[in-house]
């Protein structure tokens, strides 16, 4: 209940905007669920996100990311951004990376990039952000630790930068922006093999968000057995679950 409570304010102005909002926020419960949440940052970020973005008429993606990141307690949020796209998520991640004091980083591909990137931010937010120019997959690898990882699904490199990103020990959280239900996209493939992924869920947010819960890199490696991890998809929402079973 203390979430519902936290994030309240946030969710109220939402479904003043989108009648869609409770059955969204219920599907972010979802997911949230199984992560270490604190929902008073997350509904910081959030209503600090909305009071930043009020420039942009859709930005109801911007201010759900900037939530789950900060209600995740990102240390290290990267995005990979995609030239001629609007900067609101990457307003609404540096609000988050404020309230986790975190380090937000940008990866483009080139100086014209960072050039347009860095003026937007400036123009939009007063916002200079950290930009990293060069190939996403070569950058990924130079960026330990990720915890919440931010990519354009119309960037042709979407699936390279997520699968060269290097996640914290903890796991991390991957979003996909611009997500089509209705391709054949599946986490399972754009990830390094043996990464456990705890859930997943596509939210109709925007053009649609792809999110994906990464546990730590250490599960199943205690004592006394080892874990195999048994898929499900739910058919009616679509949704992935990968559950771990103890084997002796």
Same mark, same amino acid.
């Given at each position: 209940m203390i979430m519902g409570r936290s994030l309240g304010p946030a969710i109220s102005w939402l479904t003043k905007r989108d009648d869609k909002a409770v059955k969204l926020y219920q599907n972010l419960k979802q997911i949230i669920t199984e992560m270490n949440?604190?929902? *008073?940052?997350?509904? #910081?970020?959030y209503i600090d996100t909305? #009071? $930043?973005?009020k420039i942009f008429q859709e930005s109801s993606v911007a201010e759900l990311i900037a939530?789950?990141?900060?209600?995740?307690?990102a240390k290290l949020? @990267?995005?990979?951004?995609?030239? &001629? &796209? !609007?900067?609101?998520?990457?307003?609404g991640l540096a609000v988050a990376s404020r309230h986790t /004091?975190?380090?937000? !980083?940008c990866v483009v591909p080139d100086e014209l990039s960072r050039s347009e990137y860095m003026e937007a931010m400036m123009r939009e937010a007063g916002i200079s952000p950290e930009v990293m120019v060069g190939e996403a997959e070569e950058v990924m690898q130079r960026i330990p630790e990720v915890d919440f990882? @931010? @990519? *354009?699904?119309?960037? #042709? =490199?979407y699936a390279g930068v997520l699968r060269k990103g290097k996640l914290s020990p903890k796991g991390g959280v991957l979003v996909c922006k611009h997500a089509n239900p209705q391709r054949t996209?599946?986490?399972?493939? !754009?990830? +390094?093999? &043996?990464?456990p992924v705890v859930r997943t869920v596509f939210l109709p947010v925007g053009k649609g968000l792809d999110i994906a819960h990464v546990g730590s890199s250490s +599960? %199943? $490696? $205690?004592? %006394? %057995?080892? *874990?195999?991890?048994?898929?499900? @998809? =739910? /058919?009616?929402? &679509?949704?992935e679950h990968i559950f771990s079973r103890r084997m002796r």
């Open positions: 949440w604190c929902p *008073d940052t997350a509904s #910081k970020a909305v #009071k $930043s973005c939530a789950m990141a900060a209600g995740w307690n949020i @990267v995005e990979a951004w995609w030239r &001629g &796209g !609007v900067v609101s998520t990457s307003i /004091q975190a380090r937000h !980083v990882l @931010v @990519v *354009d699904c119309r960037r #042709k =490199d996209f599946r986490w399972r493939s !754009v990830l +390094t093999a &043996g990464t +599960t %199943g $490696s $205690s004592s %006394g %057995g080892t *874990d195999r991890w048994i898929r499900y @998809v =739910d /058919q009616e929402s &679509g949704e």
